[in-house]
């Protein structure tokens, strides 16, 4: 009689804990639509490819999180700044 109670016991804590989670929590860090920062620079010419659109890039341009930047071949180059300040110098060789 005692194990039952304690099983009993288990399960509706567990439920109790899995129907206080609300729904948007597990999804929330899958959002397409996050600013991750902008550009800053660019030399001379590059592309953002986000989800199946192909935008250019200039100054200013807004990348989100999962936007891949890309450049021409050569010496061409694109510095994004972050919304948190740091910055990343990408080449015709990165993405």
């Given at each position: 009689?005692?194990?039952?109670?304690?099983?009993?016991?288990?399960?509706?804590?567990?439920?109790?804990?899995?129907?206080?989670?609300?729904?948007?929590?597990?999804?929330?860090?899958?959002?397409?639509?996050?600013?991750?920062?902008?550009?800053?620079?660019?030399?001379?010419?590059?592309?953002?490819?986000?989800?199946p659109?192909?935008?250019?890039?200039?100054?200013?341009?807004?990348?989100?999180?999962?936007?891949?930047?890309?450049?021409?071949?050569?010496?061409?180059?694109?510095?994004?700044?972050?919304?948190?300040?740091?910055?990343?110098?990408?080449?015709?060789?990165?993405?």
């Amino acid at each position: 009689m005692r194990v039952k109670s304690w099983c009993g016991l288990g399960v509706s804590l567990v439920l109790s804990f899995v129907l206080t989670i609300p729904a948007e929590l597990p999804a929330a860090g899958q959002s397409t639509n996050q600013r991750a920062g902008e550009i800053s620079r660019v030399i001379p010419a590059a592309n953002i490819s986000r989800g199946p659109k192909t935008l250019n890039a200039s100054t200013k341009t807004q990348v989100d999180w999962l936007d891949k930047v890309n450049t021409q071949a050569g010496d061409a180059g694109v510095t994004p700044t972050t919304d948190a300040g740091g910055t990343s110098t990408t080449d015709a060789s990165s993405q």
